[in-house]
């Protein structure tokens, strides 16, 4: 049984209340440990247009904004051996159990960046 640390709650500020409900609840029961990394969670147009410059990000924030902006996504890492790891095989699994627990336990459909088309954005998690 996990639980997301002080530092990831505070990532979280700002974003969808129902979100937050959501990675509370599935970070109990989830078979892999994780957290929120550093602009994880809301963004502001500044910030989405440097992470935009850095290549870090495919929304220049303007004309191509990130659902990050409007407090309607999240990104996660997840957290294997005492530290974060991006490897697809454990953000998969995660993935699978957070969009478990948004339908059955909220009936949101939860979309995972790792289904996107195109840029895959294995971390990333939104709702329209």
Known sequence: MFQLSQTSYNRLKGIDQR???IVTMAIITSPID???PQDGGLRT???QKELFDLKKSKCDGY???SYHQ????FDIYAY???KASWDRAHLKTIADHL???AKRDFDIN???GGNFKGFVDMPHFQIK
Do not use: H
């Open 19 to 21: 979100l937050i409900d």
């Open 45 to 47: 147009v500044e910030r």
């Open 34 to 36: 994780f957290g929120i």
């Open 110 to 112: 939860l979309e995972w």
């Open 70 to 73: 409007s407090g309607r996504a």
């Open 80 to 82: 294997v051996d005492k």
């Open 63 to 65: 004309k191509n904004k």
């Open 99 to 101: 969009i478990l627990v």
